[in-house]
């Protein structure tokens, strides 16, 4: 599955940011860029973009630009144009946006994933960040007090799953993928690949060496996740990514229903890998990108001479080395087990209430 990029100009932007919401969520390929007249005027990117989409009351004599219209009886009169209805439904606009697409690049059509099982990314623009801690500690909130069905994934580049659950060699995502590979009938069967934590999350045991999905590209990668969710056995599936920002990791980010990108609260206010991280995906998917990424500060102590001032709108998850417990299972190979009973688990239910909400 490939991303359609779209530039959509337009000086209205309450308009622009409820369409593209809408038609991103009804197909995740489908990701849009928002700009003005006046910044698309000297914009010098424009080739980077499938598509490129011009409101109506915006002048335009390009041909290869698709035109909003504001009338329907107006697209029977410029049939030679590319048109589209600016008040169509999310569901129209993303059947006439793959059209383009695909007529444009010759490229076969793209199906929207699966909307009934929920997608959460995480991510940071470094290491160490404690970004999986997080992500296991929310699968727990989910399935213990919500009563839901949650499969983590772990595409870091090195795995660190087997360090939160019981290893078992012949399920990891390996076999899985060889599998799937191999075999038309795959509904069902993935509990086959799968392990559980006494909680009841489920995931991959890691594999030897490097982590298989980071050799998928996106069409191998979406077919992956399609096929998960096609079980229908899952209500929400927590992707573990890592702070690259390749076309896979670019992908992820687009197509998933939220973002919870994750900073170590030390390095909060001094950090330019932050400040690039941000700045680039803003470049890449617009400012609309903010809508549903949620940032988190781990690690927080709370200073009364502090001079950072608390960020209302981010989720504060305080540092408690008492809601960890490590054990070893092997000789040389340790266990983490995670409290979200304590202090750190405060965090983890305001986070979730921020991720699940809608």
């Not at 002048?59 to 410029?78: A, F, R």
Request: proline residues 0%; contains cysteine; hydrophobic residues 35%.
């Amino acid at each position: 599955m490939e991303i359609i990029t779209i530039i959509l100009v337009t000086d209205d932007f309450e308009y622009a940011k409820a369409m593209s919401t809408c038609v991103s969520e009804e197909n995740k390929a489908i990701v849009f860029t928002i700009i003005t007249s006046e910044e698309f005027e000297n914009y010098d990117k424009t080739n980077e973009f499938n598509l490129i989409l011009i409101d109506y009351l915006i002048s335009n004599n390009e041909d290869n630009y698709i035109n909003l219209i504001e009338k329907k009886t107006e697209i029977e009169q410029i049939k030679l144009k590319q048109t589209l209805y600016r008040y169509d439904t999310a569901e129209n606009f993303s059947k006439r946006l793959t059209l383009l697409y695909c007529m444009k690049t010759g490229s076969k059509f793209i199906s929207p994933m699966e909307k009934n099982c929920k997608t959460i990314l995480f991510c940071s623009a470094a290491g160490g960040t404690g970004k999986t801690s997080i992500a296991i500690a929310l699968a727990q909130e989910l399935t213990r007090f919500h009563g839901k069905n949650v499969l983590y994934i772990n595409y870091e580049e090195l795995e660190s799953t087997n360090r939160y659950f019981k290893m078992q060699e012949d399920k990891t995502v390996s076999n899985y993928l060889y599998y799937i590979e191999t075999n038309k009938d795959f509904s069902g069967l993935i509990d086959n690949f799968i392990v559980s934590d006494e909680y009841g999350i489920k995931t991959f045991s890691a594999g030897k060496g490097r982590n298989q999905l980071k050799l998928l590209n996106i069409e191998e990668l979406c077919k992956f996740i399609e096929q998960i969710q096609a079980v229908g056995e899952f209500d929400y599936i927590l992707i573990d990514g890592d702070h690259s920002l390749n076309e896979e990791m670019l992908w992820l980010i687009s197509i998933c229903n939220k973002i919870c990108k994750v900073e170590k609260w030390s390095s909060i206010g001094c950090n330019i890998k932050e400040d690039n991280f941000n700045n680039y995906l803003e470049h890449v998917f617009g400012k609309q990108i903010y809508d549903k990424i949620t940032n988190v500060a781990n690690c927080y102590i709370q200073q009364e001479d502090s001079c950072l001032e608390e960020d209302t709108k981010k989720i504060y998850i305080f540092y408690d080395e008492s809601s960890f417990r490590t054990q070893a299972r092997t000789e040389n190979i340790f266990y983490t087990e995670i409290n979200i009973e304590r202090d750190f688990g405060n965090g983890i239910r305001q986070l979730s209430t921020k991720l699940t909400i809608n």
